[in-house]
């Protein structure tokens, strides 16, 4: 987003805004993001961390646009703290909404919208190249299978002053904030879905909390059931800011490819959203972007130009540079040979991941003729399993991998001549 032009006041923008929050409330609860007024409360109350973010835009901004993209793995811990009415929150849970977010920031290109190739977003979208796993040990050097902890609470609903943070005000204490990233889940007042820190805060509240609600996979009919909210948290705490700015409408987010939006779009916007940040031209806003608030249905794309800007952050000298040094077990993964064929979301999807005593496959053969294989083979090629059948349908099947050892394992389809894979990392 470089140079719009405001074609509507400060108060004409929150007009807007108000109107399309409560009417699109009237026909069902819509999700929140806290990150922008958590950070100006934070600004408001440390006039130096306001400077100094502004200091640290242009040492970003300057830094993306010569860069050479890199691959990175951070590691994750999750504070689950359990108020009186918090549901239950299993560690398979946990496992699906990490696999979720590794398959978000490594997600190929696809086509879902009409602004796609419409409007050319399709040729914008981008590849992260980001995976997160847990840590190999805690920042004592205990060893750690996973960083899951569990905390019993007496506080019923947590606001966003960073008490859920710290062991003195009734919260957690995060593992070192400079090489994990720390995620606490609580619950927040309804629709919260969440607030992210972004970078050059405070260390001792660095880190994402998110509410129960918007955790994981939900119900079908839940619009917010694929686990994204997560997705656009770490965004923000990666340093992308929302596509749209509540107290300075139209406000560039520093990247060069996205549209500027002058509003959050709810609910699972179709085409075409105009934005009116700019003069005389017609601009569609980019709904399917991570950093908007669409359903989840929608959402699944980040631009290349969005990570560019992270890989500023996590860089050599970024903000969040300590993040890629911790040792992760995404660092176990080997280069196996096989081939890794095509991957295309909706034909091969392998989830929780990592995972421990099940995986579910689902493909989606429904537009394939023949007959189809599946196999599953570990790090050394030995074949695990092997299912065969007659494409032409949706196949959806669990697999018990209780007794298989700690490792990387390879999920390979065989259909009409094509080869589909997927990587999935086994923790027992």
């Known amino acids: 987003m470089k140079h719009p032009v405001r074609t509507r006041t ?15 409330a009237q026909s069902r609860a819509y999700r929140w993001y806290e990150t922008q007024s958590y950070q100006k ?25 010569n860069i050479q993209t890199k691959k990175f793995s951070i590691g994750v811990v999750f504070h689950i703290l359990q108020g009186p009415e918090s549901p239950e929150l299993s560690r398979q849970d946990i496992l699906e909404q990490l696999a979720i977010l590794n398959q ?76 994990h990233l720390n995620i606490w889940v609580v619950d927040l007042k309804r629709n919260r879905a969440g607030f992210a820190q972004m970078p050059g805060g405070p260390s001792a509240s660095d880190g994402i909390v998110i509410d129960y609600d918007f955790f994981g996979l939900k119900d079908e009919d839940n619009p917010y059931s694929e686990g994204k909210s997560l997705t656009h948290l770490v965004g923000s705490y990666l340093g992308l800011h929302e596509l749209w700015n ?7 987010d520093g990247v060069e490819d996205t549209p500027i939006h002058n509003a959050p779009n709810f609910g699972n916007d179709k085409y075409k959203q105009i934005s009116i ?35 500023a952050v996590l860089q050599e000298n970024g903000p969040r540079s300590f993040l890629a040094r911790t040792k992760t077990f995404c660092e176990d993964i080997p280069d196996l040979t096989l081939s890794e064929g095509t991957p295309v979301d909706g034909i091969l999807k392998v989830f929780p991941n990592p995972a421990d005593d099940r995986i579910r496959l689902n493909l989606g053969l429904a537009d394939f003729n023949g007959d189809y294989q599946v196999f599953i083979i570990n790090s050394q090629g030995e074949v695990l399993l092997n299912r065969s ?15 298989w050892p700690s490792g990387i394992y390879v999920v390979q389809l065989q259909v009409d001549g094509q080869t589909y894979s997927k990587k999935i990392n086994i923790l027992q």
């Open 10 to 24: 400060l108060l004409l923008g929150g007009i807007v805004l108000l109107f399309a929050v409560s009417t699109y």
């Open 41 to 65: 409360k934070l600004y408001d109350d440390n006039p130096e961390l306001k400077m100094q973010a502004m200091q640290l835009e242009e040492y970003i901004s300057l830094k993306q646009n």
């Open 104 to 179: 978000d920031f490594s997600r190929e290109k696809t086509i879902k919208h009409k602004a796609d190739t419409l409007e050319g977003f399709f040729d914008r979208a981008s590849k992260m190249e980001i995976t997160f796993c847990f840590p190999k040990e805690a920042p004592d050097g205990t060893k750690k299978e996973d960083a899951i902890f569990y905390y019993q609470s007496d506080t019923s609903a947590w606001s966003i002053d960073n008490n859920m943070k710290a062991v003195r005000t009734g919260g957690v204490d995060p593992w070192d904030p400079t090489t």
């Open 246 to 252: 509540r107290y300075t409408p139209c406000a560039d």
């Open 277 to 311: 940040c700019y003069k005389n031209q017609t601009v569609v806003e980019m709904t399917m972007n991570f950093m908007d608030y669409t359903d989840d249905e929608l959402t699944y794309m980040f631009t290349a130009g969005q990570k560019a800007r992270i890989n």
């Open 389 to 403: 059948g007659r494409a032409g349908y949706f196949l959806s099947t669990e697999i018990d991998c209780s007794r």
